[in-house]
């Protein structure tokens, strides 16, 4: 039987189990990537694992997150980054190069190779045909350390792309359509795969863009062939050596399709507060606003900084509106400065921002209270920004200038004739700000400044678990609301016992006290509980305040595999509508909980203050529970 091409990647790297939907499985790791705000604590937790040095092809830190050093924490951080990576063989990418997963793309990704990366936007690689997975910074650890990853069989869904993107309709418009009929939580367990006429028609960054933003529809990732557009820009990138084609078999089959034809599409506009919350930019065009940003890691590559400067060429940003643009990779900067293409933007009013996350992740130009903020990136969770009433809508960098010109939001259909943007025939390479690993190791001392607070340890799961509800939230609840970034929480991220003091801090301001009042206790969750981010202090912070199990309707993966590592049990309803049997200050009980998870026997919860028995289930493998009882990833680990 032919193969599609995630089953070719998958059973090159298959290191145990077989490939059948739903059995777990193990795939090797090629390369590894973290971030700065993730990668503190994945390095910890490799150094904790005494491997002298990396065992992937290869491994980049990036710090693209933690950039505005208000304090020593964020620079006390890079250098610990810096110096950690020269001792273990890992390349380091300055703060100014670029965000992690723009120069990944640029400079390093390898078609039909793996990619494990720390943050939830690691499927940008899928876009060079790589099978880029984002996950815990402990997995990635593992990674590094030679570990396989383990993950479930997905299921695979075809995207068959037909027809030809119309004039002002682009890449962030078709994953809006994905998004539109897939929804933030139709994804998990699955792995999307585009194919058909259509994809020829698309170049690397516009792949990337809808591989970025497949991270929204909570999928494992998302993967293109490999083809002559693939080679074209690996050539651009002088790297043209590691191209390779890929491509599915024509019997490959799939667990689904989709069909989208390209030349249907329209330009769409994701509403607060959900990046699946999409309609046309037609319907709600008029509406005033007060910010436009374009960047991050979705849509910051060149061509869309130079379409974002056509069109703001001789026109200038309207009076009440604030236009910011960071660019995603120093690349990008160096080639639009070069070319006028930057002189043309700052000529309209434009605010350059540095090359970083920026604002996506709140850190620096948070909107106005109540303000509504049109931006080119991939999430508008409420309160993301740094406002919490703020109103944050996502499109296309066409759709974000086209709005930042009228001061209100504009079709970009209305802005004049089409813009076609030249490509030159390479791309400035200067990879001067990647450091290469020492080549004297045992010299290297790594710098640990006091905001490098070492790793909470857990203890091994008790037989009985008991213990108060300590919040009970609704669906969708993302790491976002669970353990917020920006400007303040997140220099924070090597500091577990400080930062635990902002869990759920936009839910429930008790959330902290109470939790250390009570010496822990259970969360009850809705739908797609932890979508969002991969970071792992979503469920390590929570841990360290004595959380010890969430019981929820559903989870989103990656946040379901950081609560097992850390040692904090995921559990669901049997019957969903139990959900309604628990309220806040609930005492409950998990009894013989760890015989229980091993044996076949159900599990069940019981509400001692409402005298109710309640069926549970859960999806651990025999693996996860083993983890789950030692108290955790590192535990389990270091007994193996
Ligand atoms: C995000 O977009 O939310 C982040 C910040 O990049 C995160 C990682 C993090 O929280 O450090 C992600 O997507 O994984
Ligand atoms: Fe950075 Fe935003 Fe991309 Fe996350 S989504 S990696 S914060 S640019």
């Avoid at 069909?259 to 509403?271: G, V």
């Avoid at 006091?450 to 300590?470: A, F, H, Q, S, Y």
Wanted: overall charge neutral; charged content about 20%.
């Amino acid at each position: 039987m032919g193969k599609n091409v995630v089953q070719k990647i998958l059973n090159s790297h298959l290191v145990s189990g077989k490939l059948k939907n739903g059995e777990e499985i193990a795939i090797s790791i090629d390369q590894t990537l973290t971030q700065d705000a993730t990668g503190t604590m994945a390095y910890l937790q490799f150094e904790a694992m005494g491997i002298p040095k990396v065992k992937t092809k290869l491994s980049v830190s990036y710090v693209d997150h933690n950039m505005l050093q208000t304090g020593f924490e964020n620079f006390d951080d890079h250098l610990f980054l810096q110096s950690i990576a020269q001792k273990y063989g890992i390349y380091f990418s300055k703060p100014g190069n670029g965000i992690c997963h723009q120069i990944h793309l640029e400079r390093f990704g390898v078609p039909g190779e793996t990619l494990l990366g720390s943050d939830s936007h690691t499927p940008t690689c899928g876009g060079l045909g790589m099978l880029a997975i984002g996950a815990g910074g402990l997995d990635v650890a593992i990674a590094m350390a030679g570990g396989p990853f383990y993950i479930t069989t997905p299921k695979v869904v075809f995207v068959k792309l037909i027809g030809t993107l119309q004039p002002w309709v682009t890449a962030k418009d078709v994953i809006l359509e994905v998004l539109r009929r897939v929804t933030v939580k139709g994804g998990v367990g699955k792995i999307f795969e585009y194919g058909g006429e259509g994809v020829k028609t698309l170049t690397v960054t516009e792949r990337a863009t809808i591989t970025n933003m497949g991270a929204e529809l909570g999928a494992l990732t998302s993967v293109f062939p490999s083809d002559m557009q693939t080679k074209k820009y690996l050539k651009m990138q002088g790297r043209e050596n590691v191209w390779k084609p890929l491509k599915a078999d024509s019997s490959a089959r799939y667990d689904e399709i989709i069909e989208i034809d390209l030349s249907a599409l329209e330009p769409l506009i994701a509403r607060p507060h959900s990046p699946d919350n999409v309609c046309k930019v037609s319907e709600i065009k008029g509406i005033k606003v007060q910010q436009v940003c374009i960047g991050s890691c979705t849509n910051s590559s060149y061509h869309d900084l130079m379409i974002a400067a056509a069109m703001l060429k001789g026109r200038k940003v309207h009076p009440d509106v604030s236009l910011t643009v960071s660019p995603g990779s120093r690349q990008v900067l160096e080639m639009v400065t070069k070319n006028g293409a930057l002189a043309d933007m700052i000529a309209a009013g434009a605010r350059i921002v540095e090359v970083a996350c920026g604002p996506c992740i709140g850190m620096g130009q948070a909107p106005p209270s109540g303000g509504i903020s049109v931006r080119s990136f991939n999430r508008n969770f409420e309160g993301r920004s740094g406002t919490a009433n703020a109103q944050v809508y996502l499109a296309s960098p066409e759709t974000c200038i086209a709005t930042a010109i009228h001061g209100v939001v504009s079709d970009p259909k209305d802005f004049g004739a089409p813009i076609v943007i030249k490509y030159p025939k390479s791309f400035i390479i200067d990879d001067s700000m990647i450091l290469h690993p020492s080549e004297k190791p045992e010299e290297v001392t790594v710098i640990r400044g006091p905001n490098i607070k070492p790793l909470p340890k857990k203890e091994p799961m008790l037989d009985t678990l008991r213990g108060e509800v300590l919040l009970k939230v609704g669906d969708n609840i993302t790491t976002d609301h669970i353990m917020p970034a920006g400007a303040k929480v997140l220099p924070l991220r090597s500091n577990i016992p400080a930062i635990a003091e902002f869990v759920f801090e936009k839910v429930d301001k008790e959330f902290v006290k109470r939790a250390k009042e009570k010496g822990g206790g259970f969360l009850i969750g809705g739908v797609n509980y932890g979508q969002g981010s991969s970071r792992e202090h979503a469920a390590l912070a929570p841990m360290y305040l004595g959380v010890k199990a969430v019981i929820a309707k559903s989870f989103a993966r990656i946040h379901r595999a950081n609560l097992i590592n850390f040692g904090v049990l995921p559990l669901t309803f049997e019957d969903e509508n139990d959900y309604d049997f628990f309220e806040l200050g609930d005492t409950i009980e998990l009894p013989d909980i760890k015989n229980k998870l091993r044996s076949k026997a159900g599990i069940t919860v019981q509400n001692v203050t409402r005298n109710k028995e309640i069926k549970l289930v859960h999806t651990l493998s025999p693996r996860e529970i083993d983890v789950l009882c030692v108290g955790g990833l590192l535990n389990y680990q270091a007994s193996s």
